[in-house]
Each structure stands twice: as structure tokens, then as C-alpha cells.
């Protein structure tokens, strides 16, 4: 079975600097891989996916995440943050086997300073 | 399109209390699932379900069940409340897997046991 982790429970950043957040995860293949995120009291959005092909993804709000098999990661990046992107942001791993599931990390916390 | 829609928002129930959550998708996903968020803790699944008359187990299935007897529909039933079960939970559908493949979330059930 997969699972994700997101080694940051929280992180601050300065508005209009730059901005990473990992996430790791733990399959036997090539997994789906999610990064969603959820701003307070809200559902949650979908930020951007990896199914295949280019390692580089780009989403909405000018995120952007880099699949990197060799490290298992998939590690979101914004090269300048808006304080609108103060949120929590989940990455997520699903598998290709049909009966398999989306398994959600525990989450990051962003907090932008002013 | 409505999307994914949960009913109710917020609900209060009593130890030992039985209810149900409903969940309705009108974007004709074959997948469906139901989260449960608590804080420090992201997202745990609950169960989920392939397609109409197949469901399994999630994580943390204990204390819930699950039907899913047409394509649209695919209500979580507490069996005997607990505060334990206190908690945010999400219903979401998806595609099959493919480039369409990712859930699309409800907006979120708050349920306070007591």
C-alpha cells in the first residue's frame, strides 16, 4: 500500500519570496501523485497532478511540483507568494491498481508574514 | 453542475446516536470516498468505492458503513456515535483512473458527538 509524508507541519514565509513544500511518498511503482489545497474553513481544492510524461507540473495559481523518482518526492514551488496563499496544502498518493485508494499526507500549514 | 454535495453542514448528535451523512455527485464518477479530517491528523480514509455495489475499507473504517447502490449516491452511516468520532468529514468522487483521475471534494460535514 502507498503512503505520503510531508516532513513540515508548518511553514512561514515572507510575501513575495519563494516557497517549497515537501512531500515524500513510499510505493512499489509509479504512483498518481496530488497536491490540494484547503483554505480555512473551505473543502479542498486540486492544486496539480502528476499521471505521467513530464516531471514538471504545473497548476493553478502558479504552483508548480517536480516528480522525482529517484527521491520519491514530489515537492511544490512558487516562486513568489501572494498572502492569498496562506492555506493548508495536502499532498496525496494514489495508486494505479484499480482497487486501490487516494491517501492523503498530514498536511502543511503555510503562514505568510507581511 | 452541483459537483459533490454532503448534507448536512453541521450536525450534533449524542452518544450512542445513529445518523447518516449523505453524499450526491452528478459528474457521473465512477470513484467515490469519505475523509474524515482532525487536526494534526490531515486526512484519513474511511471508505471508498469503485463503482455502484463495491465498497472497501479505508484506514480508519471502524464505527462506519457504506453502500453505494447507484452510481450517484454513497451515504456514510455511524452506526453508535462517539466523540471520537467528532470530526470534518469530506465526501469525494473521481474518474476512473486515467489523465482525468484526482477527487473533486465536497464542501464538508462538521460533526460534533456529545
Known amino acids: 500500500a502507498q503512503s505520503v509524508t510531508q516532513p513540515d507541519i508548518h511553514i512561514t514565509v515572507s510575501e513575495g519570496a519563494s516557497l517549497e513544500l515537501r512531500c515524500n511518498y513510499s510505493?512499489?511503482?509509479?504512483?498518481?501523485l496530488f497536491w490540494y489545497v484547503q483554505s480555512p474553513g473551505q473543502g479542498l481544492q486540486l492544486l496539480l497532478k502528476y499521471f505521467s510524461g513530464d516531471t514538471l507540473v504545473q497548476g493553478i495559481k502558479g504552483f508548480e511540483a517536480e516528480f522525482k523518482r529517484s527521491q520519491s518526492s514530489f515537492n511544490l514551488r512558487k516562486p513568489s507568494v501572494h498572502w492569498s496563499d496562506a492555506a493548508e496544502y495536502f499532498c496525496?498518493?494514489?495508486?494505479?491498481?484499480?482497487?486501490?485508494?487516494?491517501?492523503f499526507g498530514k498536511g502543511t500549514r503555510l503562514h505568510i508574514l507581511p | 453542475n452541483a459537483g459533490v454535495t454532503q448534507t448536512p453542514k453541521f450536525q450534533v448528535l449524542k452518544t450512542g446516536q445513529s445518523m447518516t451523512l449523505q453524499c450526491a455527485q452528478d459528474?457521473?464518477?465512477?470513484?467515490m470516498s469519505w475523509y474524515r479530517q482532525d487536526p494534526g491528523m490531515g486526512l484519513r480514509l474511511i471508505h471508498y468505492s469503485v463503482g455502484a455495489g463495491i465498497t472497501d475499507q479505508g484506514e480508519v473504517p471502524n464505527g462506519y458503513n457504506v453502500s453505494r447502490s447507484t452510481t450517484e449516491d454513497f451515504p456514510l452511516r455511524l452506526l453508535s456515535a462517539a466523540p471520537s468520532q467528532t470530526s470534518v468529514y469530506f465526501c469525494a468522487s473521481s474518474y476512473d483512473r486515467g489523465r482525468d483521475y484526482g477527487y473533486t471534494f465536497g464542501s464538508g460535514t462538521r460533526l460534533t458527538v456529545v
Open positions: 459528474m457521473n464518477h465512477e470513484y
Open positions: 496525496a498518493v494514489g495508486a494505479r491498481n484499480r482497487d486501490d485508494k487516494i491517501i
Open positions: 510505493y512499489g511503482a509509479t504512483p498518481y
